[in-house]
């Protein structure tokens, strides 16, 4: 698991909920290991010397594999792509009291929380998160890295981009779209499509600030 801040506790809580995972190690710069919990072997400022030592063992071992555990949807991306590149794989999670539809696809890294919803032909992208109480509705793409935070609702047909973030709360009425590395604020109301690189709040929202669509943390 990469990051152990306050994201973390929920991800090794989801861990242990699941029944075909174990918790064997975390990476993590900023916290302090816990007694009596997995290990943490160095900081995640150092992920490329792991993974490299690792790549061995991933070929070894087929059911090893990488989490994210970090809230910032830019921090995420950066390091998933570091670890892409030394040849990781990657778990993906569902709390079992989360209702998934069979016609859902849910990525490679993605985390879905307590009580989280996901509708048929819903998809969920790559290390997304789907957080505690979330909706993605019928026929929904929430990107890559993206995050739809606690309550949020996105509503059927919504398009939600690469990095986006659907605060808590917050609700994407049908069939719009929230462009990439956008941020719609805690208890919006989405009425309108909101172009990449920028943050939206009110009800109805309303554009309030231009963030660019960079990558770097």
Request: charged residues 20%.
């Amino acid at each position: 698991m990469i990051g152990d801040g306050g994201h973390g506790k929920v991800v090794r809580e989801l861990i242990a909920l699941t029944p075909d995972a174990r918790l064997e190690a975390v990476l993590d710069d900023r916290y302090a290991a816990q007694a009596g919990e997995a290990p943490h072997i160095g900081p995640d400022g150092e992920l490329r010397g792991p993974v490299a030592a690792w790549r061995g063992l991933l070929e070894q071992d087929a059911e090893l594999a990488f989490v994210a555990a970090i809230g910032d949807n830019r921090v995420r991306h950066a390091i998933v792509r570091m670890l892409e590149a030394g040849g990781a794989r990657f778990a993906r999670l569902i709390h079992p009291s989360a209702i998934i539809s069979p016609r859902a696809r849910i990525g490679p890294g993605a985390v879905v929380m307590a009580r989280a919803v996901v509708q048929p032909d819903a998809v969920v992208g790559a290390h997304a998160i789907v957080n505690t109480g979330a909706i993605v509705e019928h026929d929904c793409v929430l990107g890559d890295c993206a995050h739809a935070a606690p309550g949020a609702v996105l509503a059927g047909g919504v398009r939600a981009g690469e990095g986006a973030l659907i605060g808590a709360g917050a609700v994407i009425l049908p069939g719009r779209t929230v462009g990439d590395w956008s941020t719609a604020g805690a208890g919006a109301v989405v009425t309108r499509d909101m172009p990449p690189g920028c943050t939206a709040a009110g009800v109805p929202a309303a554009v309030i600030k231009r963030t660019g669509t960079a990558l770097s943390p």
